[in-house]
């Protein structure tokens, strides 16, 4: 081996333990990791791995690549843990690191791959992605190695390495479902639009993804037929129109996570931090070796008509770009060795004491809070964040004094990773305490892990965490649109439109009565709750005889709720503050149940709710 791969080798050793840095010190967070992990515990406990399911429902979103390998980390320690969900992005990181350095050292040299891997392991997007339970870092691992199976195609004309390609796209696919398949085919199409042998490309192009769509069908359509044989639907219809919303209707019709045009000029320079400072110099390069350097253009066939392309679409979240994150970063890293190497000293200078300022301010806000505003942090713990903060200026101080910047890329990469572990071991324990579900549920996985038989009910929201932290399943109510007998006039869309505002006006109206204590509402709190909920209803001015059949809907829909609620059988429930106010309000038999707990979970003001035979079982409910 090389002086250069052992250096390659020990960067990737270095980002090993930077991305696996304390990542089981802290539980699942919301919305993906729970419902991940969840899954791949379904499969587990149930031992079919071909269909995905969570809260024991089939699950249709996502392919299962990612669910078996949390399900065979797992499978080491026998439980899903926050360790077991995230090594998947660990080492989907440090392979997307491999490549990106193998390919930099092919289209330009070993300094400029060394810098690629350093700066791409130290760009927070990235970062954050190689250590969170998420489907993009394994995404962009297939497609990053798909990526340099391409460059090598080009440059030997063997076929070897074109399967590399379609097998790393085949992968992509389930991974992450047929939308990935636009990487490739939008690469391939300008890699051949000038080329000399465009048939040859659009042949393999057709076959390619001849081959990725009959290997994902082999897996998708037994599992719809599956699933539309269990759930009592047309396995067509499901399997369409499941399609449609993860293709056409999430990038197309904006089904989820709707944006801007310029959503991504926004996002990418925060992705890009710390090394977004460097973005002019950057810039200025790439544009010089735009038409006469051939690393530059495959590297901007890569980005440009995916970045186009995911613009143009009206779905929008800053993980779809992840898999262009390794051209971007052997481009920051060709460009800045450039202005590190032949770039004006005063501009060095200029962006260090810019970047030393920012963190010199910051440590100081962090080291001088405690004693200007009130904060529930523990003043040593904003101490040592604060002096993690201010540290990396100190070694920049020689660069000052002689008016020379020689390490300035250095100072950015070590200022980075001690914020890294900084954030690791202080700010992410800090931030569970506010979002992490595991507490709250704690008291119901005691039963469950006693084996004690109980019903659980989720109402108004359907979380993943709740469920996994729980181990129990629970039972939805309110969380979809109501069966209504009658159409009003309406299309489906605007009945969809009417119950969506409809809802929202009941939870507003709630919210505005004051409550002194939502764990004991009083009869005259009641009489205001009920008093607000007819004013909104009068106020929307829909037809009276659709009113009521919304209401016979919501009883219906909780008749097996109340029949079990008010048995001597145990159950519990999970609402939120504002919907437990209506229910309260208008369902009589609630007035028995015990609140055994109020919490904020995340941005969720949330109870848990027992009838007098769970609180029985439970014991004394908790303080809150």
């Known amino acids: 081996m090389n002086?250069?791969?052992?250096?390659?080798?020990?960067?990737?050793?270095?980002?090993?333990v930077l991305f696996s840095i304390n990542i089981n010190g802290y539980d699942l967070w919301p919305p993906d990791e729970p419902r991940y992990a969840l899954i791949a515990r379904e499969m587990m406990d149930s031992g079919d791995y071909l269909l995905p399911r969570v809260n024991n429902q089939p699950y249709k979103e996502k392919p299962p690549l990612l669910f078996w390998m949390i399900a065979a980390a797992s499978s080491i320690t026998g439980e899903v843990t926050p360790l077991t969900a995230r090594i998947p992005s660990v080492v989907s990181g440090l392979i997307v690191l491999l490549f990106t350095?193998?390919?930099a050292r092919e289209v330009f040299n070993a300094r400029i791959a060394l810098w690629s891997v350093l700066i791409l392991m130290t760009m927070q997007r990235f970062w954050w992605n190689s250590r969170f339970g998420q489907i993009d870092m394994l995404l962009s691992a297939c497609l990053t190695a798909g990526l340099y199976g391409y460059w090598r195609w080009e440059a030997s004309r063997r076929y070897g390495w074109l399967v590399l390609f379609y097998a790393a796209a085949m992968a992509g696919l389930f991974a992450k479902g047929p939308g990935v398949l636009v990487f490739p085919v939008l690469f391939v199409l300008v890699r051949s639009w000038k080329s000399e042998r465009p048939i040859e490309a659009w042949t393999h192009l057709v076959v390619g993804c001849a081959c990725c769509i009959l290997a994902y069908a082999a897996w998708v359509i037994p599992t719809h037929l599956a699933f539309a044989q269990e759930v009592q639907?047309?396995?067509?219809?499901?399997?369409?129109?499941?399609?449609?919303?993860?293709?056409?209707?999430?990038?197309?019709?904006?089904?989820?996570?709707?944006?801007?045009?310029?959503?991504?000029?926004?996002?990418?320079?925060?992705?890009?931090?710390?090394?977004?400072?460097?973005?002019?110099?950057?810039?200025?390069?790439?544009?010089?070796?735009?038409?006469?350097?051939?690393?530059?253009?495959?590297?901007?066939?890569?980005?440009?008509?995916?970045?186009?392309?995911?613009?143009v679409a009206i779905g929008k979240r800053g993980v779809y770009l992840l898999p262009l994150f390794p051209a971007f970063a052997i481009l920051f890293a060709a460009g800045i060795l450039e202005f590190i190497d032949k770039g004006d000293e005063k501009w060095k200078l200029r962006i260090s004491w810019f970047y030393?300022?920012?963190?010199?301010?910051?440590?100081?806000?962090?080291?001088f809070a405690p004693a200007i505003i009130s904060i529930d942090i523990p003043s040593v713990t904003l101490s040592i964040i604060g002096a993690c903060l201010?540290?990396?200026?100190?070694?920049?101080?020689?660069?000052?004094?002689?008016?020379?910047?020689?390490?300035?890329?250095?100072?950015?990469?070590?200022?980075?990773?001690?914020?890294?572990?900084?954030?690791?071991?202080?700010?992410?324990?800090?931030?569970?305490?506010?979002?992490?579900?595991r507490g709250f549920c704690s008291p119901i996985a005691n039963l469950t892990e006693k084996d004690v038989e109980f019903d659980l009910y989720s109402v108004g929201f359907a979380r993943e965490e709740y469920v996994f932290y729980s181990r129990h399943f629970f039972k939805e109510l309110y969380t979809g649109?109501?069966?209504?007998?009658?159409?009003?006039?309406?299309?489906?869309?605007?009945?969809?439109?009417?119950?969506?505002?409809?809802?929202?006006?009941?939870?507003?109206?709630?919210?505005?009565?004051?409550?002194?204590?939502?764990?004991?509402?009083?009869?005259?709190?009641?009489?205001a709750l009920r008093a607000a909920l007819q004013e909104t209803v009068g106020k929307k001015g829909y037809p009276e005889a659709l009113i009521e059949d919304f209401k016979n809907g919501l009883r219906k829909e909780a008749d097996e709720f109340f029949a079990v609620f008010s048995s001597d059988r145990p159950a519990f429930l999970y609402v939120?503050?504002?919907?437990?106010?209506?229910?309260?309000?208008?369902?009589?038999?609630?007035?028995?149940?015990?609140?055994?707990?109020?919490?904020?979970?995340?941005?969720?003001?949330?109870?848990?709710?027992?009838?007098?035979?769970?609180a029985a079982l439970m014991g004394s409910g908790r303080d809150s």
């Open 576 to 614: 939120q503050d504002y919907d437990w106010r209506w229910i309260y309000a208008i369902h009589p038999d609630m007035h028995g149940a015990v609140v055994l707990d109020h919490e904020d979970v995340g941005s969720r003001s949330v109870l848990l709710v027992a009838n007098p035979a769970g």
């Open 356 to 367: 030393s300022s920012i963190l010199l301010l910051s440590g100081c806000i962090a080291l």
């Open 3 to 16: 002086r250069d791969m052992v250096r390659l080798c020990a960067a990737l050793a270095f980002a090993a």
């Open 233 to 311: 639907e047309t396995a067509g219809n499901g399997l369409a129109s499941n399609m449609f919303r993860q293709t056409i209707g999430r990038f197309f019709l904006g089904v989820s996570h709707a944006n801007w045009p310029w959503y991504y000029l926004t996002t990418l320079p925060v992705d890009w931090l710390p090394w977004t400072l460097f973005l002019p110099w950057v810039a200025v390069w790439v544009w010089k070796q735009r038409k006469e350097n051939a690393s530059v253009r495959f590297l901007f066939s890569w980005i440009l008509p995916a970045f186009l392309f995911f613009t």
């Open 101 to 103: 350095g193998l390919l």
């Open 390 to 437: 201010v540290l990396p200026v100190f070694p920049a101080m020689p660069g000052y004094i002689n008016k020379r910047m020689p390490y300035l890329h250095l100072q950015f990469f070590a200022s980075f990773v001690l914020l890294c572990v900084m954030t690791s071991f202080l700010v992410f324990p800090l931030v569970n305490q506010y979002k992490s579900a």
């Open 481 to 527: 649109p109501v069966p209504l007998e009658g159409n009003y006039g309406m299309g489906e869309l605007e009945m969809l439109k009417f119950q969506k505002e409809f809802s929202r006006a009941i939870t507003k109206s709630v919210e505005t009565v004051q409550i002194q204590d939502i764990k004991a509402i009083r009869p005259d709190e009641v009489e």
